[in-house]
């Protein structure tokens, strides 16, 4: 379907209305809006330091081009220089003298020309500053965040799933004693967000000898009432007769939960899987508080302290922001239906 | 674990499955509830309430220790109420652009709308940032020699430094947040609107009823209880808001952007004398603010499902 | 293969009770079917045997040990559920294969005998699908053969042809008669239909309200009916249920009629007395109206080709249903004499319970 009949084409029979016109503004005004500031985030991530600082920006990653010129060791930037009699010639230039320029035709090597720097323009061409990732990965501990973060995310949402999903089969499949109590307990925690209890688990971490330590950001929040609901919600739904056919079937109650309970879970476990990746993956406030060294930073907490130091190195901020976002943006583009009606279902992120 | 049953029996496996995730809740939510509010009543630098000296509730007199509390320049503690002030003020106008935008939106995505799944994941996708992310995008475009200044500029206009002007700062504040979390309410208010059935509508047409009426008498009062737990939750994480804030302002220009969680956070970790019971005060204040309003989401919800 | 002994079995519910004390016994390799109405508690008493609900009173024993405590996954029972509860997730093989695993069994037993199941309910071309993808029949001989493989002590089927069309039913009726025939174990079988319950059981226990009212072969329990509701609940079309009064030894008076119709015994019912007197359709002839015991108008007739059923009504009685044999003709409205078989009639006092006439 290209653009013109996506926006052309309407389903109601009976014509336009100034509402549906209204509306697709509307939304190619959000597109712009929503789509526009990474685009360019990207776009700004593949330009040199050089042009970064240029006022105004250009559009699209630019640089100089360059030639080879015989006799000269290094490349010469090339500009186009207009002529006393009017006409435009390509030149390389050599060396810049106060307000002249000494300029050099590449095609004829031997004579040199003097240009005032005021009638020579550079010469620019597309290109992608390709080392604001390369270097970064090199010359700071990015790896080191890379790694922590994905560390970080793979084993808190192992343990989120199994811890979440016991609980939510104990409080799904059986009827025992202190039930609603423990109902009780997982919704109040659902109440109580860390920001409001920073300090004491600060302490609980500290007394478990966990501080610096990716075990300290794991493992505060890897029982998530969140999560026990939605799974919980999700197996009630089961049929009771299949637990019972188990049971008969004199499967222990830990191979109903594992065998049976858990393959049928799988979507809501999905579910719960791509929402935890997502809160550990962007975990802030927390990990701010707990990790103190640069060698236990997440990638998050590495790109707000190289927002402090690296004031003038926009080029590999740029491009860090750009390595942080693109794991996330992978998961929404293959997954986005599955998040959204997720999200839509249960309310919660 | 089958011969953990064989010990234990079947009746008492739930206990098991249960515990692993109740003894998490207590490591690191009830436990810590508890110690808060021993924070909150004792002093000192100490980091384990067995050293800390019991100071009864001057923690709190501290905090409240106000000449008028409309002026936070005549309390002691000026930086806790100018974070009360800017939170006040950043959540009533955060959250009336978050729930008045996402409910045009929704509405518009709940038209007949060719590529809709499209333009919902386009309002959606910045939801899935981190707040780092997000703010680092905007900071890039609002910077001095930043996109928005050259288009400002090629229109003949000056630079603004959006970010170091008081006004501006407070401004793109609420306006970030709302361009990252603005596709989730959406979300949800589209949901709702889906649920609303569509024989109604049809009826309405029959009726020959105008647009504008069909939205005020049918669609909103319809779309009531979900608008609802959306100013509520959207209320609840506009009053903990931090991390975008503290990424793109730093709190600043001065303390113009700061809100209450930063000011517990720099309090508790980042400033010079590390003062762990003025933040547990805080925290308890603020623990009772978020209390208040989920017990009112509950109600709404509670009520909506009955 | 085992015995099974209940002994005043109680089941309630905070104040509801479903189960009044039952008792029954139920020797080693008999079909057993449970039979009533829905509500009854048949299936729950189903259950407590299973082991999946807790009895409030009342001790089960198979083969003499008591296993009232014991759980469902260790009585060594098998079960066939309404919905036949197939893991939609395992294959057919892994379906019939999970309970020998629970019971560590080696692979070669596991497969052997999850084979030979598969052979004896035409499976094996199958074992490879998930359930979703057989058919209603086919999904039913999974459920079977899960409990086949087991090699239970006792077999139990809740309700396990109810989800089959009518003639996949009968089939599968029949399937199940072969099977028992075939493997011989001591199997429970809940059912409302009692054309199952006659067909396949040995024995049928027919319950109402948590109480037992009538256990004994199908034909005892079809030819003498202990109660009102047994002769009301087992044959198709019903018994027919006629309000009638004592007139002396021997005598019985149908509705307001004044011919006594007399009967072998009536017992020990006092003379003068409310009965109710019970002919089933085929134990009526059509007469003259001068030999009848009774004259009705002909309100409706069915030909079903082999036989026909008359339905009439007669002054202060109930409708009647009478069955001919082959194809007889009655026309609507025109009156008919009817003449009950003395030897095959049903007396039942004022409480409802069976006079033995015979």
């Not at chain 2, 009864?56 to 309390?75: E, I, W």
């Not at chain 2, 005020?216 to 100013?231: K, S």
């Amino acid at each position: 379907m290209n653009f013109a009949h996506l926006v052309t084409a309407r389903r109601n029979p009976k014509g336009w209305h100034w509402t549906d016109i209204a509306a697709y503004a509307y939304l190619l005004l959000g597109v712009l809006l929503m789509f526009g500031p990474v685009l360019w985030l990207i776009l700004s991530s593949f330009k040199t330091q050089a042009s970064l600082l240029e006022f105004p920006p250009s559009l699209l990653p630019m640089s100089q081009k360059e030639i080879t010129v015989p006799g000269y060791p290094q490349p010469l930037p090339l500009f186009t220089v207009t002529m006393e009699d009017g006409t435009t010639r390509e030149l390389a230039q050599v060396r810049r003298v106060g307000i002249q320029a000494q300029m050099i035709d590449p095609a004829n090597s031997g004579r040199q020309l003097r240009v005032p720097i005021d009638k020579r323009v550079p010469v620019r061409q597309f290109a992608l500053a390709t080392e604001n990732y390369t270097e970064p990965l090199e010359r700071f501990a990015f790896p080191q965040f890379l790694a922590n973060s994905v560390f970080v995310t793979v084993v808190a949402t192992l343990i989120t799933l199994l811890i979440n999903s016991m609980a939510a089969y104990a409080l799904s499949i059986y009827e025992f004693k202190g039930k609603n109590a423990a109902m009780l307990m997982v919704i109040g925690t659902l109440m109580i967000p860390i920001t409001i209890i920073l300090v004491p688990v600060y302490l609980v971490v500290t007394k478990l000898g966990l501080v610096n330590s990716l075990w300290a950001v794991i493992l505060p929040g890897a029982a998530t009432p969140t999560g026990v609901f939605l799974l919980r919600q999700y197996m009630l739904t089961l049929p009771r007769d299949l637990i019972e056919a188990a049971r008969m079937d004199k499967a222990s109650e830990w191979q109903i939960y594992w065998r049976i309970v858990m393959p049928l879970t799988l979507p809501a476990l999905a579910v719960l899987t791509i929402f935890s990746i997502m809160w550990r993956w962007n975990e802030f406030l927390w990990p701010l508080a707990v990790l103190t060294k640069t060698e236990s930073y997440t990638l998050q907490i590495g790109l707000n302290a190289f927002q402090g130091e690296l004031q003038t190195q926009w080029q590999y901020l740029l491009a860090m922001t750009v390595m942080t976002l693109t794991p996330v943006a992978i998961v929404f583009v293959f997954l986005q239906r599955f998040i959204t009606t997720g999200i839509a279902n249960t309310g919660m992120k | 674990m089958t011969g953990l049953q064989r010990l234990i029996g079947e009746r008492r496996m739930p206990y098991v499955f249960l515990l692993p995730n109740l003894v998490f809740f207590g490591l690191f939510v009830f436990v810590p509830i508890a110690i808060n509010f021993v924070y909150s009543v004792t002093g000192g630098p100490a980091l384990f309430p067995s050293e800390r000296p019991y100071v009864a509730a001057d923690q709190y007199s501290y905090l409240f220790d106000c000449g008028s509390y409309v002026d936070p320049n005549t309390c002691r503690e000026d930086h806790f109420w100018r974070g009360v002030y800017n939170t006040l003020f950043f959540s009533l106008f955060q959250v009336l652009a978050m729930v008045g935008l996402s409910l045009l939106t929704a509405v518009v995505l709940n038209m007949k709308i060719r590529g809709r799944g499209f333009f919902r994941a386009v309002y959606f996708f910045p939801v899935l940032l981190s707040p780092v992310v997000v703010a680092l995008i905007w900071k890039w475009i609002l910077q001095r020699d930043g996109l928005l200044n050259a288009a400002i500029t090629g229109f003949g206009g000056d630079r603004i430094l959006f970010l170091t002007e008081p006004g501006w700062a407070m401004f793109w504040a609420i306006f970030v947040s709302v361009w990252a979390h603005m596709g989730f309410y959406t979300l949800i208010l589209l949901a709702g609107l889906q649920a609303i059935p569509s024989d109604i509508y049809e009826a309405a047409e029959m009726d020959a009823t105008p647009r504008w009426r069909v939205f005020w008498r049918l669609t909103l009062p319809l779309l009531w209880p979900n608008l609802i737990v959306v100013i509520v939750l959207s209320l609840i994480r506009a009053v903990q808001t931090f991390d975008e804030v503290f990424v793109l302002t730093g709190g600043g220009p001065g303390t113009s952007t700061l809100m209450v969680v930063q000011y517990i956070y720099e309090t508790a970790f980042s400033n010079q004398v590390q003062n762990f019971g003025l933040a547990a005060a805080a925290s308890v204040v603020l623990g009772i603010v978020l209390f208040a309003l989920t017990l009112a989401q509950l109600a709404f919800t509670q009520r909506k499902s009955s | 293969m085992a015995e099974l002994k209940l002994i005043d079995i109680k089941k309630s519910y905070g104040a509801a009770t479903i189960i009044h004390g039952v008792d029954l016994a139920i020797a080693d390799g008999e079909f057993v079917v449970f039979v009533g109405p829905s509500g009854c508690g048949k299936s729950t008493l189903l259950r407590i045997i299973a082991g999946l609900e807790q009895v409030s009173g009342g001790e089960i024993r198979i083969d003499g040990q008591s296993v009232t405590n014991v759980a469902a996954s260790d009585r060594g029972l098998a079960m066939v559920f309404q919905s036949y509860a197939l893991y939609p997730h395992m294959s057919v093989y892994k379906n019939m294969a999970f309970a020998l695993e629970n019971m560590s069994l080696n692979r070669t037993e596991i497969d052997q005998r999850v084979r030979r199941a598969a052979q004896m309910l035409q499976l094996t071309d199958y074992l490879d699908r998930k359930p979703k993808a057989l058919s209603g029949g086919q999904r039913q001989r999974v459920a079977i053969g899960r409990a086949i493989v087991r090699d239970p002590k006792i077999f139990l089927f809740d309700e396990p042809l109810s989800n089959l069309d009518a003639e996949l039913r009968v089939a599968t009726r029949k399937e199940l008669a072969a099977l028992h025939g075939e493997i011989g174990g001591t199997m429970i079988y809940v059912t409302h239909d009692q054309v199952e319950a006659m067909t396949l059981a040995d024995r049928i226990v027919v319950l109402r309200a948590g109480r037992i009212e009538q256990v004994g072969t199908p034909l005892e329990v079809y030819n003498h009916p202990a109660n009102l509701f047994v002769a009301g609940f087992i044959g198709s079309p019903r018994m027919n249920l006629l309000p009638a009064r004592l007139a002396g030894s021997g005598q019985v008076v149908i509705g307001n009629d004044t011919r006594p119709i007399s009967v072998p015994s009536t017992g020990q019912a006092a003379s003068g007395g409310n009965i109710t007197l019970g002919a089933r359709p085929e134990h009526i002839d059509v007469v003259d109206e001068n030999q009848a015991d009774l004259t009705i108008t002909v309100n409706l007739v069915e030909q079903l080709g082999g036989e026909t059923y008359l339905y009439g009504s007669a002054p202060g009685l109930p409708e009647l249903t009478v069955r001919q044999d082959g194809q007889a003709r009655y026309d609507r409205n025109h009156r008919v004499g009817l003449r009950l078989k003395r030897e095959a009639l049903h007396l039942f006092d004022a409480d409802g319970n069976a006079i033995r006439i015979r």
